[in-house]
């Protein structure tokens, strides 16, 4: 089965949590994983699924690799979402920037 380099962009927040529920629930493939936040989040340590994951400072670079890009919200869909677009990530968006 293929597995998907996977970013999460809000990773320590509600539904950055949520979205690390549902992939451990549904088996998501991941490769990668990557979890994204601000920088105030930047270097503390999550535990997921057997391994400790350190978040790292979201930056318009963080999705070179990068299948799938999660963005849990908030004003980081704005900034960032473009970027991961241009990499080459499919974004799947929780916010409400794009909803009509």
């Not at 979205?19 to 994204?36: N, S, Y």
């Not at 503390?44 to 799938?68: C, L, P, Q, W």
Request: charged share 25%; aromatic share 10%; proline share 2%.
């Amino acid at each position: 089965m293929k597995k998907y380099n996977t970013a999460i962009v809000g990773a320590t927040g509600a539904v950055g949590q949520e979205f690390l529920k549902l992939i451990e629930e549904r088996q998501f493939p991941f490769g990668e994983l990557k979890l994204l936040a601000s920088s105030r989040s930047a270097g503390r340590k999550i535990d997921f699924m057997g391994r400790e994951y350190t978040v790292e400072e979201t930056t318009n670079d963080s999705f070179d690799g990068i299948d799938f890009a999660l963005f849990a919200g908030g004003a980081a869909s704005k900034l960032f979402a473009p970027a991961a677009v241009k990499a080459g990530a499919i974004v799947i968006d929780n916010s409400s920037r794009r909803r009509r």
